[in-house]
């Protein structure tokens, strides 16, 4: 089921994926998507900020019954009528046969995304396998906490983990699978990816692209 699932998730450039697994199809931070796009079941955004939570993108994926799960900010900026479910660090729901959990994403050496926001990543467990999407975030002691099969990690720096912290957070977490994200758009080298993945050689399973993903 991993490799159904990795062969399913798409990303779109800086934070964004789409997945389609267990008959459901959810978004992470959704921005500047383009294309034929299918609607969304949930869309998960982590923070308010307009490079996450981007409401003409968001638009772009709603049908009826679609579910938005976010923080309090973010939820101020979108349109009123959207069912939304709010969440803050260590809370779970559960929408049809997926648990949501929302865990901590915060900076500790700069000042873009303070720990007193609440702001989120969050833990997805679906068809019987867990993501686990960091949010922006620097590699943060609760992370030696996370139980997931697959770690989507911010390696940017600037705003976010270095390369070199984001393969820390990786060792720590244990995932069979990581795949960087957070670069080579509006921040962040378009090398930073295969640094990470140079960090992690012979420890953690690295993919880059959906092409480079393999059974």
């Known amino acids: 089921m991993l490799a159904q699932i990795l062969k399913n998730l798409v990303w779109f450039g800086h934070s ?101 926001n609440n702001w989120l990543g969050f833990v997805i467990d679906i068809a019987g396998v867990k993501i686990y999407h960091a949010g922006d975030t620097d590699y943060i002691p609760e992370m030696q906490g996370i139980d997931t099969d697959i770690a989507l990690l911010p390696v940017s720096g600037i705003y976010v983990m270095t390369p070199r912290e984001a393969a820390q957070a990786a060792i720590d977490i244990k995932p069979q699978v990581a795949i960087p994200m957070h670069y080579g758009s509006l921040v962040g080298d378009p090398a930073a990816g295969h640094e990470f993945k140079q960090e992690l050689a012979g420890r953690v399973r690295v993919e880059l692209t959906n092409s480079e993903i393999v059974d």
Do not use: W
Request: aromatic content about 6%.
């Open 16 to 116: 964004g994926f789409c997945l389609e697994a267990g008959g459901k199809t959810v978004y992470f931070d959704p921005f500047r998507l383009s294309g034929e796009l299918k609607a969304a079941d949930i869309i998960l955004v982590s923070h308010e900020h307009y490079d996450h939570c981007s409401p003409e993108d968001i638009a772009k994926l709603l049908k009826p019954g679609t579910i938005l799960i976010t923080e309090p900010m973010a939820a101020a900026k979108l349109q009123d009528g959207l069912e939304t479910r709010i969440m803050r660090p260590g809370e779970h729901i559960q929408v049809g046969d997926i648990m949501v959990e929302a865990v901590p994403a915060y900076n500790i050496n700069k000042r873009f995304h303070p720990r007193g």
